[in-house]
């Protein structure tokens, strides 16, 4: 174990199983980060309620595919301590003081917040849904985390965690730590509109088959402006190129220089990030399957996870309560 006084806390919503976007994006530094720092890792079944309320099964479902993806990539229980957010109600305890600090107004101009309401088409916000960054603070103070690894949509929310953080230390007593944020790499979706999202179905599962890869990148959206394979394109605003750069980086500026020259069509791009794709995955796939035959560890590798970070959340409710006066007894 590392002596650093730094913790992080990150973790993905339980809506369905994990994709490229989100190895990009945070997963491959959290497997390089657990070796350096202690991490929480958590499950978020709770926030999945605000966009899945009504279909339980599904975020109940995933919070096991989502542990199976995070084992397949190499998170590794030793070193990250993975758990279900609605199994530490101090989590929601904390969300609930956290709620008296920040006002309505502040929480409907939260751009995140803002953006994601329009994608989805919602005209009147549910309080759950409006309130997610209260709830996000809450996630990252309960363990006293320093380092949130996460993409650049989420900057709004980990400000929000930070005015909050700091207000409560204001009113009360110098208990919370103020987070930071690390943030990683954006991958664009396949329809070249926005990142890859599963709401918006232009991703790629992390455990998505050989001929599932090849069959979404053909149906990739490329350079509009190019029509004929012999075009001369432009690779800096295609998608699929993108993914040369994360997956195949030596030999990005080979494909640059072919697609810009029309000397290189882009069915054999998309050939070619394919093969790339499918080599990055290929040991996620065999972990997965291997995870799979062994279910009863994978839910003791949670229980076990959860049980650890109910024990510091009741430490530090502890605290906040004794900050504020409102610790009368213990029970």
């Given at each position: ?40 890792i958590l499950l978020a079944d709770v926030q999945a309620l605000t966009t899945h309320y ?96 996460a993409g650049e949509d989420q900057i709004p929310h980990i400000e929000t965690a930070r ?132 279910r009863d560890d994978v839910k003791e590798i949670l229980v076990e996870g959860t049980r ?24």
């Amino acid at each position: 174990m590392n002596n650093t006084k730094d913790i992080i806390l990150t973790g993905d919503r339980t809506t369905g199983q994990l994709h490229l976007g989100h190895y990009v994006g945070s997963l491959r530094s959290r497997v390089q980060l657990q070796n350096e720092y202690k991490t929480y890792i958590l499950l978020a079944d709770v926030q999945a309620l605000t966009t899945h309320y009504d279909q339980p099964a599904l975020i109940a479902d995933s919070v096991h595919q989502v542990t199976l993806d995070y084992l397949a990539v190499g998170i590794d229980p030793n070193k990250a301590t993975l758990f279900i957010q609605s199994m530490i109600p101090e989590i929601a305890e904390l969300t609930v003081i956290f709620s008296m600090f920040v006002t309505v107004n502040s929480l409907r101009h939260n751009p995140t917040i803002k953006t994601e309401a329009r994608d989805r088409g919602y005209t009147d916000l549910y309080y759950g849904f409006l309130g997610y960054p209260v709830s996000q603070a809450a996630d990252i103070a309960f363990c006293k985390a320093t380092l949130v690894p996460a993409g650049e949509d989420q900057i709004p929310h980990i400000e929000t965690a930070r005015k909050l953080v700091r207000r409560f230390n204001e009113l009360y007593a110098p208990v919370l730590p103020e987070p930071r944020m690390l943030t990683g790499d954006r991958l664009g979706g396949l329809d070249g509109i926005g990142k890859m999202s599963k709401s918006m179905g232009n991703a790629i599962s992390l455990h998505a088959s050989p001929e599932d890869v090849h069959a979404k990148l053909t149906k990739a959206k490329t350079d509009p402006a190019r029509i004929h394979r012999t075009d001369p394109g432009h690779p800096d605003i295609c998608p699929v190129f993108a993914y040369h750069q994360l997956f195949r980086k030596e030999h990005a500026e080979e494909i640059h220089a072919s697609c810009s020259q029309g000397s290189m069509g882009c069915r054999d791009c998309k050939r070619i990030a394919g093969h790339a794709i499918n080599d990055l995955l290929a040991p996620f796939r065999e972990r997965r399957n291997a995870y799979e035959q062994r279910r009863d560890d994978v839910k003791e590798i949670l229980v076990e996870g959860t049980r650890q970070a109910r024990q510091v959340a009741r430490e530090t409710m502890l605290e906040v309560r004794e900050a504020m006066g409102i610790r009368y007894f213990d029970l």
